[in-house]
């Protein structure tokens, strides 16, 4: 980054989005990207429009012959933060068709003719870009605590009749549960946890928190299934309860922090 890039950035934290030089009243946010090659965070400040709930940013890179860095890392993960004043909040990228792209373009050169001279000094198309909210991060606790909600009422139901070890329809609902548990840490560890790596970079360390709470879990888990220790339950519901609850506000803190 650029000794310039970064006093704009200090400028517009210390002053609430507000900053002089050439940028003096201009529409200005800080747009986060993660590296296309390193999935590090790097942030640029970028002129935009409002379009309705969306926000228009464009790849000018005042009118060289290549794209912003900004853009490529975009094209290789969507999922930017965006700093408007003293807001912070998380949205999705997308550049705009060729079509809906020169509509908005004049547009903004009509508004600003330095965006008219950018696009006549250089050969490449100067890309718009649509910022829309993202809400996954919402919907990924609201699900999360929706699973563990149906985990923890199937586990009160156990307990309920775990005085009765000998219990065949017990033990056996018991071992479905625990099988359930392991599908549920198993879609985590493989799926979910690496999607929200490389859609959130930097929030490794808390992941890597709670693979190490699954794999806790997962030892007593697969203890109670070799022996059917049905004794082991209720230390089993105990590490349970902990590591849901652990996990729902680490993981939903985290993102709502990036």
Not at 108 to 135: E, N
Not at 166 to 172: G, I, N, P, W
Not at 189 to 210: A, C, Q, Y
Request: net charge negative; aromatic share 6%; proline share 5%.
């Amino acid at each position: 980054m650029s000794d310039w890039n970064q006093q704009i950035i200090e400028e517009f934290r210390r002053s609430g989005g507000r900053v002089g030089g050439p940028f003096e009243g201009a529409n200005l946010l800080l747009l986060t990207t993660a590296g296309a090659r390193t999935g590090r965070p790097h942030t640029t400040p970028v002129v935009y429009r409002r379009d309705g709930d969306r926000l228009l940013v464009f790849g000018s890179n005042a009118g060289r012959p290549q794209h912003p860095a900004w853009y490529h890392n975009l094209l290789a993960n969507p999922y930017v933060t965006v700093e408007i004043g003293t807001e912070r909040r998380r949205m999705t990228a997308q550049a705009l068709e060729p079509a809906e792209r020169d509509r908005e373009y004049a547009r903004q050169a009509a508004a600003d003719p330095a965006f008219a001279a950018y696009q006549d000094g250089t050969d490449r198309v100067i890309p718009v870009i649509a910022l829309t909210p993202d809400d996954r991060a919402h919907a990924l606790g609201e699900e999360l605590v929706r699973i563990h909600a149906g985990l923890r009422e199937r586990l009160d139901a156990l307990l309920t009749g775990a005085d009765r070890p000998s219990d065949t329809v017990l033990l056996e609902n018991c071992l479905t549960l625990c099988q359930d548990l392991h599908d549920h840490h198993t879609s985590e560890n493989d799926r979910g946890f690496p999607l929200l790596e490389r859609r959130f970079p930097g929030i490794g360390p808390v992941l890597d928190r709670l693979r190490e709470e699954h794999r806790i879990v997962g030892r007593l888990r697969e203890e109670i299934v070799q022996t059917r220790d049905m004794t082991r339950l209720k230390e089993l519901a105990t590490e349970l309860v902990v590591h849901f609850d652990r996990e729902e506000q680490q993981l939903i803190a985290a993102l709502n922090a990036l």
